[in-house]
């Protein structure tokens, strides 16, 4: 446990000049404040605190870091104010308090609903000053090397579950290795005791047996590099448990075909010495495919610099050998801390040069675009957790995305600018699919549109944090557009039919007792199906009894639904211009079907066919139901998809044949899914572009009369 005495001690030690008396007058203030308060474990609570304080001064950071650590709990646990920390220790340090406690105590119901706010929080302050991130770090480190003191395994698992998933990726993406992998391993002792216990024993088992072998491979690469006249240093470093669990996990493999769990560095003083050394590894030991990477010409996104290289090695081994600088070497370990750290005779960095950190800017972006705390949490993660390819654009620069990125994933790490109006993308020259995967070393090129806007179907393949948040944000707006649009023209209907005149001020008076914020949430309820218009009428004029009017047949207007993948949209009468309307996909209806509509929570209206067996689902809430038809557009039929079942003959031509007979009669194969082989016959779905129902019937028809097709029928939902 660090004290007094030894923080001042190793603070003095990299910092000659110190002012120990504002060290001490930060101790004594904590230790004032937070008297008669104590941890889970017994202790007073100032110990821990001081703790931390200790944890910092281990990385030598600069003075203010460590004064935010010991009083870094003063505002959310004590009657310390922000103008008290102010007064007594500088408006700076008072700030970097202020950033690290929780704002405000969160009302949710989950759990998952904190842990989001509260990461949100979190990033708010951090966004400011990174030294935020770095005591909130060194904070959680020292209450994970304190866990068991919890005596509850729950409490003791949910805390180490959300240190893994937030703050050790956070501390890799700020280059902090030595914090990350100890965070990793602590909270793999929790969530994984069995697994870590039995990797800990393999290590040492491997450890005793082979303590010869790794000596013999220290000397004779340290002989290499020297008889090469290069001033460097060869030491190993045994992977953590977490990094070999993961690794085992990763590749589906058992501990024993592990051959790369020892790590050699080789540390020398100049770039140039690095590669001298490379070159002389890889003249000397054949090298392993696919395991060289060059963080130094292509550093990673954290700022992290060297060279890996895989080779058998000597006595026939394969090892992983990392090359760096002694410079890359602190920073390896300490990341962004590395730019506050005490460096005798250099200026003070400048806490604007920290926010190159691109991660940062993103996940701020993504804080904007989420309604809700917990899509934040989980596009989040999605920037955190996820390996990195390298893509380039047409002038060079160099864009970092996670494993798996498409060229649109690609737009939005540009700008969200280009993401919306992304409409096509050329890869290495070539027009490419927007789901394409792009690979290390691709040249992507985005095209886009003056007036494009994010498909929805995008969703379904982008990978990045940032692109799914902004197209789930456009999908949400453009949502509720429709659903306003909707709603106020439902409530003006009802009013009309009542005798009232329609007026916002109407609608305002009961926003309060809705429990929404404006007139517009009163409309996109409505509009969504969670509010019904007549309910609403008869909250605005709870005296009125009137029952409503039905309105004349040629009062009817019409509204537009539109098909996936459908240009033009298709008139449906009945129903409120700009209604949101969308068709079953368990009956595909067309024209000339009989159709209902089915007022839908979330969607607006969806049309079925009214021999749709889906509907018996709706026979108690016969409010839900709508009578519409299909009305007369000016445009020329447009394309419809209607689903077949079709068995045919199991003989060489029988599919072509099938195909054949559909193209003649004028349908188009959108979709086909085989769900039946035997020897004789094959049962499939078809999913056919046609008119209207007679046409459909049409390629019935002339289905039955082709010898290959034994049944055919048009699907049904089941």
Known sequence: MTGQTELLDMMKSYSPDLDEGVVIQAHDYAKKMHEG????????????????????????????????????????DTDATYGDLEKKFGKEVADLVEGVSKLTKIESQTFEGKQAENFRKLLLAMSEDIRVLLVKLADRLHNMR?????????????????????YAPLAERIGMHEIKEELEDLSFKYINPEARESIINRLSFLRSEGTG??????????????????????NGREKSPYSIWKKMQRKNVAFEQLSDIMAFRIIVDNIEECYHVLGIIHSKYPTTPGRFKDYISTPKPNGYRSIHTTVIGPERQRIEIQIRTREMHEEADLGVAAHYAYKEGKDKVNPQDIRKYRFMRELLDILEQEAKPEEFLEHTKLELFQEHVFAFSPKGDLIELPTGSTPVDFAYAI??????????????????????????????????????????TWER?????????????????????????????MLKKIFEQEGYDFTDKAVAGIIKKLRVEEVDDVFANIGSGHFSARDVFR????????????????????????????????????????????FARCCHP???????????????????????????????????????????GPDAPEAHVGRLTVTIANKPGALGTLSTVIAKNGGNITNLKIVNRTLDFWDMNLDVYVNDTKHLSNIIAALRATPEVATVDRARPR
């Open 539 to 582: 909250a605005i004029f709870p005296a009125h009894k009137t029952e409503p009017k039905s309105l004349p047949k040629e009062e009817s207007d019409i509204a537009f639904a539109k098909r996936e993948g459908q240009e033009k949209p298709v008139p449906i009468k009945g129903l409120i211009p700009g209604m949101a309307v969308h």
């Open 415 to 456: 700008h969200s600018g280009v993401g919306d109006r992304c409409v096509g993308a050329k890869v290495n020259g070539r027009i490419a699919p927007l789901n394409t995967k792009l690979q290390n070393g691709d040249q992507v090129e985005i095209i886009t549109g003056k007036t494009e806007n994010p498909s929805p």
């Open 213 to 234: 072998l790794v000596t013999k491979i220290l000397e004779t690469l340290q002989t290499e590099i020297d008889n090469a006249g290069i001033n460097g240093e060869v």
């Open 146 to 166: 304190t866990l068991d003191s919890f005596k509850k395994a729950e409490k003791q698992r949910r805390i180490a579950r959300e240190t893994l998933e937030i």
């Open 461 to 489: 393949f982008v990978v990045t944090g940032k692109a799914r948040s902004h197209i789930r944000r456009f999908i949400r707006q453009q949502q509720r557009d429709e659903y306003i649009l909707l709603g106020r023209a």
């Open 590 to 632: 067309l024209p000339g079907d009989r159709i209902v509509g089915i007022v839908t929570t979330g969607k607006g209206v969806t049309v079925h066919t009214i021999d749709c067996d889906t509907l018996e689902t709706f026979a108690d809430t016969p409010e839900r139901w709508l009578d519409i038809a299909w009305g007369e």
């Open 37 to 76: 308060q104590t941890r889970a474990s017994g202790e007073p609570y100032y110990t821990h605190p001081v703790a931390v304080a200790g944890i910092l001064a281990g990385m030598r950071l600069d003075t203010a870091s460590i004064l935010t650590a010991i009083l870094h709990d003063t505002l959310e």
